[in-house]
C-alpha cells in the first residue's frame, strides 16, 4: 500500500531534515498550518517526530538551565 499526496495523486514524499526541524518548532510554538500538518501525518516515520521532539525538548531545557545560571551569577 502506498501514500498518496492529496493534491498530486503521486506518493507522499519523505521530508528531509530542514522541514521536520520547522515541523518539531512550529508544533513548540503551537502554530502550523493545515497542510503542514497533513504532509506530517501523511506516512512520514513518527520516530523521526519523537526523537526530533526529545532533542529539541533537552536543548530547550539545557539553554534555561544555562541561561538561568549566567542570571543568577551576574547578580
Not at 493534491?7 to 521530508?15: D, G, R, V
Not at 508544533?27 to 493545515?34: K, M, Y
Not at 501525518?41 to 539553554?63: D, E, K, M, P, R
Amino acid at each position: 500500500m502506498t501514500i498518496k499526496d492529496t493534491e498530486n495523486n503521486k506518493p507522499a514524499s519523505k521530508l528531509n531534515f530542514f522541514q521536520i526541524v520547522i515541523s518539531v518548532l512550529a508544533a513548540a510554538v503551537g502554530v502550523q498550518s493545515s497542510r503542514n500538518r497533513e504532509r506530517d501525518f501523511s506516512g512520514n516515520n513518527l520516530l523521526i517526530y519523537i526523537a526530533a521532539g526529545l532533542i529539541f525538548a533537552a536543548l530547550f531545557i539545557t539553554g534555561l538551565v544555562f541561561w538561568v545560571q549566567h542570571l543568577l551569577a551576574s547578580s
